[in-house]
C-alpha cells in the first residue's frame, strides 16, 4: 500500500477536491520567493552595467565600462591595472587554502565523532553548531586579541623564551622573510598565516556539519568486514573509507569555498592592504569612501559569477554521489 | 595507542575550537578599557555597562532580538508551503521554487545585502526595520525549508494510509497526521534561523543603511576604533543564547537526524 502515493491517497480521500490546477496561493508563493530571493540578485547584474555621475549618485545605461574596469583597468587601453584582479586572485587564494586546510583536519574529527554514541554526537553537535552560528565579528575579535602583539601568542612566545630560541636557532629570519616577524618578535597581524588561519577555523565547524552527514551513513559493516579480514586502522581508511568519501570530500570543499569567498570582516581585520579580496572592495565601492554603487555592482557580479560556477560544480559533484 | 591519539586529536580539536571564544568572553571582565587576557583587575562592571547603563547596547539589543524573532517566524511562514509542495508534489516546479529560495543562503552574503540595498532603496523601504526583518527572512528561508522537509519525509506513510482509510480529507490529515508530526522540525527551523539573524551583519548592514543597528553591527561599525571589553560581553549572551537554543533542539528534537545521520534506530 506504501507503493501508491500519498497525493493520490488523499486525493481518492477528497474526492470533491478541484482538479490539480495552479491556485492563487500558489502563484502569491512564487511572486513573494522570486521577488526577495531573486530580484536583489537581477538588480545587482543590471545596475553593473549603469555609470557613476558625479557626486554620489549613479543612472541607469548599459555600458561595460565597470567590467573594464575590473579586469584590465579604469585607463585601458593606454594602461592595463591589475589592482582589481589581483583582489579576485587574493579572494580565491585566500578561500581555497583555507577550505582544504579546514576538510583536512575536520575529516578526522567527523569521523571520530560519528563513531560515538549518539548522546556524545548530540553534545558535540550542539558545541559545533554554537561555534558556527558565533558571529563573524566575535569570532575575528577572539582571534584578534590571541595574536595581537601586546597580549597575545607573540607576548606568549617571547615570555616562555620561544623567540629568543628562534632567534639562536636562526628560524626567526626565515620568519621575517615570510613577514612573520618583526625586528623584536614575531608578529601575526597583519599576515596572510592570521587571515586564513581565522577563515579556516571560521568554516571548520561547517566543514565538521557537511561532512557529518556522509561519513554517518557510512557502511560500518565494510569496516568492520576489512577488519576482520586484518586490514589495519590506516589500510581501512586508505582502502574503504576515503573511496567513499571522495566525492563528499570535494563537494564539501567547493561549499566551503563559496563561503569563504564572500568573508569581510577576518580579511580586513588580518589581511595587509596590498593583499585584500574583492568582497572588500564591493563593500568600498558601495558604502566605502569611492561611492560608486555600479561598479561595486559589476565585481559583487564577478564573486557571483565564481561563486556559481563553483556551487554548480558541486552540485554536479553531489548528483554523482547519489547515482 | 590509537585510542589515545584519537582521543587526543578530538580534544585539541575542541580546545582550539573553543580558544578564541573563551578569549573572548575572558576578556570581558576587563576593568579597562582595553582587551587583555587573562582580564586585569577582573570586574563585572562592564555586563553592567552592558545590558544597564549604555543606551546604545540596549536599543542596539532590542532591535537585533525583534528583528531575529520576525524574521524567523517570517521564514518558517514562507518556508512550509515550499517545502510542503516539494514533499507532496515533488515536481520540476517545487524544486524549482525551493531552489530559488535557498538561493540567498547559498550565494556570498554581501551580493545579497548589495542586491537588497538596491531593492530597498528603490521601493522607499531603506532604512525601515520592517525591511530588515523581510530581509533577514529571505537569506534564512533555506533554513525551515531544510528542516521542515526532513520532518516530511519522516512521516510515515503508512500513518495517512491509515488517515485516508478512516476517511479523513486532506484537511483534518493534514491536521492530526503531517502538522503534528513534522512540529519539532518546524521549531527546530525557527530556532536554527532565528539564531543566524541574531549572529548576522552583512546583510543588515546594506540594509539598515545606518538608520538603526543592531548588536553585531554595532560592533561591526565600531571594528576600526578598536575592540572593547563591553563588546566582549555580547559575544559571551551571544554564545549563551546558541548554546540554549541548539541545547533545546538536541534535548527535544533529533539533532544527529536534522544534521543528516540515519534515523535512530528505536
Not at chain 1, 478541484?18 to 526577495?36: C, T
Not at chain 1, 531573486?38 to 555600458?63: D, H, M, R
Not at chain 1, 586490514?231 to 576515503?242: D, E, F, K, Q, Y
Not at chain 2, 517570517?74 to 510542503?84: G, M, R
Request: aromatic share 14%.
Amino acid at each position: 500500500m506504501s507503493l501508491v502515493s500519498d497525493t493520490e491517497v488523499l486525493e481518492d480521500a477528497s474526492a470533491s477536491a478541484p482538479p490539480r490546477q495552479i491556485s492563487v496561493a500558489q502563484l502569491v508563493w512564487w511572486a513573494l520567493i522570486l521577488f526577495l530571493c531573486l530580484t536583489p540578485f537581477v538588480l545587482v547584474i543590471a545596475i553593473s552595467f549603469g555609470q557613476k555621475i558625479e557626486g554620489a549618485a549613479w543612472e541607469w545605461a548599459f555600458t561595460f565600462a565597470n567590467y573594464e574596469r575590473v579586469f584590465v583597468g579604469a585607463n585601458w587601453p593606454e594602461q592595463f591595472t591589475v589592482l582589481y584582479l589581483q583582489r579576485l586572485y587574493y579572494s580565491l587564494f585566500y578561500a581555497v587554502i583555507a577550505a582544504v586546510l579546514a576538510i583536512l583536519t575536520a575529516f578526522p574529527f567527523t569521523y571520530l565523532m560519528t563513531r560515538l554514541s549518539r548522546r556524545a554526537q548530540s553534545i558535540w553537535l550542539v558545541f559545533i553548531l554554537s561555534s558556527l552560528s558565533l558571529s563573524e565579528v566575535f569570532i575575528v575579535m577572539g582571534w584578534d586579541v590571541l595574536l595581537s602583539n601586546r597580549s597575545g601568542l607573540p607576548m606568549v612566545l617571547k615570555e616562555t623564551g620561544v623567540t629568543d630560541w628562534l632567534k639562536a636557532v636562526g628560524w626567526f629570519d626565515t620568519l621575517r622573510e615570510w613577514g612573520l616577524a618583526n625586528p623584536r618578535n614575531v608578529k601575526f597581524k597583519t599576515s596572510v598565516f592570521a587571515t586564513v588561519l581565522t577563515m579556516a577555523y571560521l568554516v571548520w565547524p561547517y566543514a565538521v556539519i557537511l561532512l557529518y552527514p556522509p561519513l554517518s551513513r557510512l557502511d560500518r559493516s565494510m569496516v568492520e568486514a576489512a577488519q576482520t579480514m586484518g586490514a589495519g586502522p590506516w589500510t581501512v581508511m586508505r582502502t574503504v573509507v576515503l573511496p567513499t568519501m571522495r566525492l563528499p570530500l570535494l563537494g564539501a570543499t567547493l561549499l566551503l569555498f563559496v563561503f569563504l569567498l564572500g568573508v569581510y570582516v577576518a580579511v580586513t581585520v588580518f589581511a595587509e592592504p596590498a593583499k585584500q579580496t574583492m568582497a572588500v572592495s564591493v563593500y568600498e565601492a558601495i558604502r566605502g569612501n569611492t561611492l560608486n554603487a555600479p561598479f561595486g555592482a559589476a565585481q559583487a557580479v564577478v564573486l557571483l559569477i565564481t561563486a556559481s560556477i563553483f556551487l554548480a560544480m558541486g552540485q554536479w559533484l553531489s548528483k554523482r554521489t547519489a547515482a | 595507542m590509537l585510542r589515545v591519539i584519537s582521543q587526543g586529536f578530538m580534544a585539541l580539536s575542541a580546545v582550539l575550537l573553543a580558544l578564541p571564544i573563551v578569549v573572548v568572553c575572558g576578556a570581558a571582565l576587563n576593568a579597562g578599557r582595553t582587551m587583555f587576557f587573562p582580564p586585569k583587575e577582573p570586574t563585572f562592571a562592564r555586563f553592567y555597562e552592558f545590558f544597564v547603563a549604555d543606551t546604545v547596547w540596549i536599543t542596539a539589543l532590542s532591535h537585533s532580538v525583534l528583528i531575529a524573532f520576525a524574521s524567523a517566524v517570517l521564514a518558517v511562514l514562507i518556508a512550509w508551503p515550499v517545502a510542503y509542495g516539494l514533499w507532496a508534489r515533488g515536481d520540476a516546479g517545487s524544486k524549482l521554487l525551493a531552489g530559488l529560495g535557498s538561493m540567498p543562503f547559498a550565494l556570498p552574503p554581501i551580493v545579497f545585502g548589495v542586491g537588497l540595498g538596491f531593492l530597498w532603496s528603490f521601493s522607499g523601504a531603506l532604512g525601515s526595520i520592517w525591511a530588515g526583518v523581510v530581509s533577514h527572512a529571505a537569506l534564512f528561508v533555506a533554513l525551515p525549508i531544510v528542516t521542515i522537509s526532513i520532518g516530511l519525509q519522516s512521516i510515515d506513510r503508512a500513518h495517512l494510509d491509515a488517515a485516508a482509510t478512516m476517511g479523513a480529507t486532506r484537511a483534518v490529515a493534514f491536521r492530526t497526521v503531517i502538522l503534528p508530526q513534522t512540529l519539532p522540525y518546524t521549531v527546530s527551523g525557527f530556532f536554527f534561523a532565528l539564531v543566524l539573524s541574531f549572529n548576522e551583519f552583512i546583510v543588515m548592514f546594506f540594509v539598515s543603511a545606518s538608520s538603526y543597528s543592531t548588536v553585531t553591527l554595532q560592533i561591526f561599525n565600531s571594528l576600526r576604533n578598536g575592540y572593547t571589553p563591553t563588546m566582549a560581553v555580547a559575544a559571551i549572551l551571544f554564545i549563551s543564547v546558541s548554546v540554549v537554543v541548539f541545547s533545546a533542539i538536541a534535548r527535544w528534537g533529533d539533532l544527529p537526524r536534522l544534521m543528516g545521520a540515519e534515523p535512530a534506530k528505536t
